[in-house]
């Protein structure tokens, strides 16, 4: 049969390019979670996220990270290029960074003008790096701080489909403050702070207090109602450690989101420990209401399914009813600790 006799085609690399970033990038928000990420890679104490538009004309993300040489940056913004893992095994060993696919920047800037100024920790020279639909247009010294400043205008410009798909300013705005409030809460150390549209929605002070840090993401009134859980509250089990806060049951939302989930250091969801949190208040939380929580989970690599893709943030245990079981006495022993709990007699 000749080639013309078929209607499958090879698509031209452009449009395999193009794909593939969408993949990586599916809207403003995604764009701050990959920036953030490597900031926080990158050891920033400080990092502000700026927006306009919900991200959809303009998003700058300033850091005072490690930085980048000229070098560096050239390729950095290359496909599958990162300073993370070198080969399959470094995947094994356990990461400590969050990124490591060496994706992110090559993909953005395959469906942006993006430009970076960076200049690395105790260098005298700065960078500023334009990219255009993947095309680098320009690289030259540039006066700047150290660290590092990603700026993205137009994103999806030579992607009509998704551009025409982008929900409401203020939706797209809302997971870009879900992304910027999640990760401010994964790390009290860092000073995070979100403006939109020339307003400054939050900062967080990074003097790693995670009441002052829950102070300033989500008010006063949130802020007073939170319970620390106690020390030795989690049983033996897979999960080593279980810290952070949660809630009194007056002070709950109709939407599970503010109930915040990080294993290892990663904000993930994970639906196990919900569950756990919620049977926890013995239903005094009334229907389809949740909690606030800020909840850092400690288990070693091995109770938790790798078999979930990494962009996922669903993620699953390998003894899910244990690491449940485990959970909700800690909840437990929280609320016990303030008299919030009607159905068992306090402990001790
Ligand atoms: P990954 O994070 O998976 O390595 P990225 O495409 O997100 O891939 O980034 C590529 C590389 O660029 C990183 O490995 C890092 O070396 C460098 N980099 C990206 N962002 C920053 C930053 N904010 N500060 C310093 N280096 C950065
Ligand atoms: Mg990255």
Redesign the pocket.
Known sequence: MADSDTNIQQLDPTTVERIAAGEVVERPASVVK??V???I??D?SRIRVVAEEGGTEYIR?V?D????SQT??E??VEKH????ISDIEDLETGLA???????????IGEVSRLTIR?KPRGGSRGTELHLEGGTVESVEPAGCPE??A?EINDLFYNVPARRKYLSAESTEFSHINDVATGYALANPDVAVALEHNDRETFATTGQDDLEATTLAVYGREVAEAMLPIPDDAVPDGPLNDLHGIISHPETTRSSPDYLRTYVNGRFVSAKTVRDAVVDAYDKQLGPGRYPFAVLYCELSGAEIDVNVHPRKREIRFAEEQAVRGQVEQAIQAALLDHGLLRSSAPRG
């Open positions: 990959e920036l990420e490597n900031s890679d990158a920033a993300i850091d990270g490690i930085g980048m560096d940056v390729a950095a290029t990162t300073s993370k960074t969050l990124g490591f696919r060496g994706e992110a920047l090559a993909a960076t660290g590092t990603v």
